[in-house]
């Protein structure tokens, strides 16, 4: 059984910066595409961005496209995601998931697309 642990999450001011870090324990990652959610307070867990399982292709929400990065180190069985401009609306604690199938090509943003959840990371930006 696959588990993520989500680590690298803290208090940053807005426009600051922070690296997330998801490693896998009990299995490998190197054929599942990842994603990235979040969920704040009171809301729905969202999509926030996807990587495919070789690292070559990724996808982003609208609302963080040209401030995250999302990578991947298969070697490591760890993916990251690099946020820049943080914004206060993108509080929230981050989780990261394994796609349920295999090899398969991005385009899933629905948290049941993916499987193996960590506890998550808390997000904080401060304004």
């Known amino acids: 059984q696959v588990q993520m642990v989500e680590s690298g999450g803290g208090l940053v001011q807005a426009g600051g910066s922070l690296r997330l870090s998801c490693e896998a324990s009990?299995?490998?990652?190197?054929?599942?595409?990842m994603g990235w959610f979040r969920q704040a307070p009171g809301k729905k867990r969202e999509f926030v961005a996807a990587?495919?399982?070789?690292?070559?292709?990724?996808w982003y929400a609208d609302s963080v496209k040209g401030r995250f990065t999302f990578s991947r180190d298969n070697d490591k069985n760890t993916v990251y995601l690099q946020m820049n401009m943080l914004k206060p609306e993108d509080t929230a604690v981050y989780y990261c998931?394994?796609?349920?199938?295999?090899?398969?090509?991005?385009?899933?943003?629905?948290?049941?697309?993916?499987?193996?959840w960590g506890q998550g990371t808390q997000v904080t930006v401060s304004s």
């Open positions: 998931g394994a796609d349920v199938y295999r090899f398969r090509a991005l385009g899933h943003i629905q948290s049941g697309d993916y499987a193996s």
């Open positions: 990587i495919n399982w070789s690292g070559d292709s990724t």
């Open positions: 009990g299995g490998t990652l190197s054929d599942h595409a």
